[in-house]
């Protein structure tokens, strides 16, 4: 798709292809607009084989495992983050423990990080948007749930069923109705497609939990709307049932953003430059306008390969490029709102695992396909944030590495799963018998903290840099007493749950773990003392500029962040396709 004209001057250019960035030039490309795409990662592949092959065969199943390293656009990766022996990570921080390292990581390549996401698409709650006027923390959104859940625009849709539409959402509108928290839905709403049946490890914990309450809030299992097919939707199949969602789905029958960018492709009006890493705005401050972008090509993927420096111009400027990424090219190019990099956040995940009191089979389905969401919203929020709590599919592979562990615990006697307390060394049937018992009844939950804005929790530019010789992003972050408060509330949980289900707690350790949802750093407001962008995602800068992603969130909530950056897309692009008339 590198046809670009030296000179062409197109109507956008959108710098970053995730979900923000394909939803932008598929919607613009429809209503005839010649938007430019620049990308620092490779193309799209012709087919996953090559990736698929990467994952089977590497020891570590990372959510990187099945992308190859490319040092001319690099990332940080999880192996890097956590694997002592390791090269340096991309990102430019000193991890001290697991409160004060961000351990979030993403993709810079065609489709973005989506190729690795779980497939969770939560629309935030109401009172998301009002924290600060509800509970006293953070700031509130200067948009409300109805902006992008209940107001209809021409196409009969609201922002949210757009997204929902987009991505081929499976879920049952009467199962999301768990609390008066609940996100309300239209009337006439249908999800695209009819929800993921619940698997035997969700059934174990519906059933065990019926009548529970935590601190005079329900616990209840709500099946997780997902963006997999539960039929075969928009040309994809139907979800088999893979425990892998993340890193990859081999099927392609979970959602990425490559799925929109061909289709942005093929309305004809769209173009991309792969291979070309964005270096700078270049910006007109007295006229309040971007005039260009400033980019490197390179001519190989797996070496340093740099092989020309250009120009690309637009009347309208879109940047696409995740938290971290995008706050680094505004600081590259000297933009001089004091708040770009300020108030990242994540959802810090917290694991807890053990053995159910009979067989649940995990290791089948999805990742995820329920979770206990009851806990979203509360009172509770004035002095600890919320939290969602994930059921997880796949046993004790996330928090112990199983069933490897395990296998090598009952081979060589040790007891690092904490199963084997005997330090018994197994083989044959005997080893066969025990590892079933085990297997079988393994299961886990995870818990996804809301975070607040803090200015200290940061994206700077570093004083090193990267292959390409342009300076690395530099993080400051840790975790507050309020997210460390709800730390507390997840273990007194974890407890309650595990002694009325039966199950023995199996955690051997403490993890604490980035859920690679990067928020904050460049975030909506109507102030442009206190904010980056207005509600519309426009630069209060420059008149010609928009910055997309969950960049502009102003706080985090405890929904996944994947739909409302896709909801806030469709806005976007309407906006833009308005200023271009």
């Not at 590198?2 to 209503?31: E, H, M, P, S």
């Not at 795409?37 to 065969?57: S, T, V, W």
């Not at 969770?120 to 006027?133: E, M, V």
């Not at 979970?254 to 910006?283: C, E, M, R, W």
Request: some cysteine.
């Amino acid at each position: 798709m590198n046809t670009v004209i030296d000179g062409d001057l197109f109507d956008v250019i959108v710098v970053g292809t995730g979900i923000a960035g394909a939803v932008v030039a598929k919607q613009l490309g429809l209503a005839g607009r010649r938007v430019l795409l620049i990308e620092a990662g490779e193309a799209i592949p012709h087919g996953r084989a090559a990736h698929l092959e990467r994952f089977y065969l590497d020891t570590h199943k990372y959510p990187e495992a099945p992308y190859p390293v490319n040092p001319n656009a690099q990332s940080a990766t999880v192996a890097d983050l956590i694997e002592k022996d390791a090269s340096p990570s991309y990102l430019d921080q000193s991890p001290r423990d697991n409160y004060t390292s961000f351990g979030s990581t993403y993709e810079r390549r065609a489709g973005g990080t989506m190729w690795h996401w779980m497939g969770t698409c939560l629309r935030l709650l109401p009172s998301d948007f009002h924290l600060k006027t509800l509970y006293g923390r953070g700031v509130d959104w200067p948009i409300e749930y109805d902006d992008l859940g209940l107001k209809v625009r021409s196409d009969g849709l609201s922002y949210y069923d757009r997204a929902e539409r987009e991505i081929g959402v499976s879920a049952n509108k009467a199962d999301q109705w768990y609390n008066a928290a609940a996100a309300p839905f239209r009337a006439d709403y249908q999800f695209p497609n009819p929800g993921i049946p619940l698997s035997r490890v969700d059934q174990f914990f519906r059933d065990g939990v019926q009548g529970m309450t935590f601190e005079g809030y329900p616990v209840s299992v709500i099946p997780t709307p997902a963006g997999r097919n539960s039929r075969p939707y928009d040309g994809r199949r139907v979800c088999a049932g893979n425990t892998n969602c993340v890193p990859i789905c081999p099927i392609e029958a979970k959602y990425d953003p490559t799925v929109t960018l061909h289709k942005a492709f093929n309305t004809g009006n769209v173009s991309a430059l792969f291979q070309h890493v964005a270096t700078k705005l270049i910006l007109d401050e007295a006229k309040r306008r971007v005039t260009g972008v400033e980019y490197i090509s390179y001519s190989d993927a797996t070496k340093v390969s740099p092989s020309g420096r250009g120009i690309a111009r637009a009347k309208q400027y879109v940047v696409a490029a995740h938290g971290i990424e995008t706050p680094k090219l505004l600081l590259l190019s000297g933009c001089k709102n004091r708040n770009i990099g300020l108030n990242l956040m994540d959802h810090p995940f917290y694991l807890k695992w053990g053995l159910a009191p009979r067989p649940v089979f995990p290791y089948r389905g999805p990742l995820s396909t329920a979770g206990l969401d009851g806990l979203r919203d509360g009172q509770f929020r004035r002095d600890r944030s919320a939290f969602r709590i994930e059921i997880g599919n796949d046993g004790w592979n996330l928090g112990a590495s199983d069933p490897t562990s395990t296998l090598l615990d009952f081979i060589e006697g040790n007891n690092k799963s904490k199963t084997n307390e005997s330090r018994e060394s197994l083989f044959g049937g005997n080893l066969v018998t025990r590892l079933n018992d085990i297997y079988t009844r393994q299961c886990r939950i995870g818990f996804e903290l809301e975070q607040i804005p803090s200015e200290t929790n940061r994206v700077t530019l570093s004083n090193s840099k990267d292959a390409l010789g342009i300076p690395r992003p530099k993080i400051t972050y840790s975790l507050s007493d309020y997210e460390k408060r709800a730390l507390g509330a997840a273990d007194r949980l974890t407890s309650a749950l595990f002694a009325k289900l039966g199950i023995a707690d199996k955690t051997s350790y403490e993890l604490v773990m980035g859920a690679g949802h990067i928020i904050g750093t460049y975030r909506m407001g109507n102030d442009a003392s206190t904010s980056v962008v207005t509600k519309e995602q426009r630069s209060h800068e420059f008149d010609n500029l928009y910055l997309l992603g969950s960049g502009v969130f102003p706080t985090s909530g405890t929904g996944n962040p994947s739909l409302t950056i896709a909801a806030l897309a469709f806005w976007a692009a309407d906006t833009i396709h308005d200023e271009l008339r």
